[in-house]
């Protein structure tokens, strides 16, 4: 397995509050990537990392912000908790380069009430 | 704009039965169709991945046909056990010149297979 960690699994909040996911990886890609998953959406990409301090927004990146100080860490920001930010949040590293394949951590459960 | 739409949403399959999850893409700048397995509490992992210059990949009892021309692709899944109960994920990746490895994903099929 890609040594991929998120962390918390886990997350029940409030809205109006600011929520910080992590993700850490011990495979030194280079490019990293957060998804969110909700049902009937497969998975959307919400920001994406192409180096340290390099990053740019994906597809659904309203109400996040991303930071990468180190290699091995992408932090996914939510500044202010919102109940349509309630989903399961993955974070990705690749992509192998003769198939494109990501490499997905377990996720992180949010909830916000 | 959603780029990969896939079908069926969901699927139910009698064990030994032949499984078929369609994909169809929009845009042609794309590198790589990797297909995507999932059980619950996980995170996708890959399964089968093919590129646009070919027709056909098998591994196992998992085959991708991909006709390029439609901007098609499918996934075939032969002898389906119950154990292959998961969610499906295709999904179009760019590479890292074109798209800084970006993937864009259909939106999951539900697989059940039935003893």
């Known amino acids: 397995d890609a040594g991929i960690t998120q962390s918390p699994r886990h997350k029940v909040t409030e809205t109006g509050t600011p929520v910080t996911l992590r993700c850490h990886q011990t495979e030194n890609h280079r490019y990293m990537y957060w998804y969110r998953q909700d049902p009937g959406h497969g998975l959307r990409l919400i920001h994406y990392s192409y180096g340290v301090k390099d990053t740019d927004k994906g597809e659904v990146s309203d109400g996040y912000s991303v930071s990468r100080s180190k290699t091995e860490d992408f932090l996914l920001t939510l500044e202010s908790a919102t109940s349509s930010q309630t989903s399961v949040y993955f974070c990705?590293?690749?992509?192998?380069?003769?198939?494109?394949?990501?490499?997905f951590g377990e996720g992180s459960r949010l909830t916000v009430l | 704009q959603q780029q990969v739409k896939q079908s069926p949403q969901s699927l139910i399959v009698q064990k030994g039965g032949i499984s078929i999850i369609n994909c169809a893409y929009e845009?042609?700048?794309?590198?790589?169709f990797p297909w995507y397995q999932q059980f619950p509490g996980k995170g996708p992992a890959l399964l089968i991945a093919i590129r646009p210059d070919v027709s056909e990949k098998k591994e196992g009892r998992f085959t991708i046909s991909f006709n390029k021309s439609a901007k098609q692709f499918s996934l075939h899944i032969m002898d389906s056990q119950p154990g292959d109960s998961a969610t499906y994920f295709c999904?179009?990746?760019?590479?890292?010149?074109?798209?800084?490895?970006?993937?864009?994903f259909g939106d999951g099929t539900t697989l059940t297979v039935k003893p």
């Open positions: 990705a590293i690749g992509p192998q380069p003769r198939t494109g394949e990501l490499f």
């Open positions: 845009n042609t700048a794309f590198d790589y």
């Open positions: 999904a179009a990746s760019g590479g890292l010149n074109t798209n800084a490895g970006k993937s864009t």
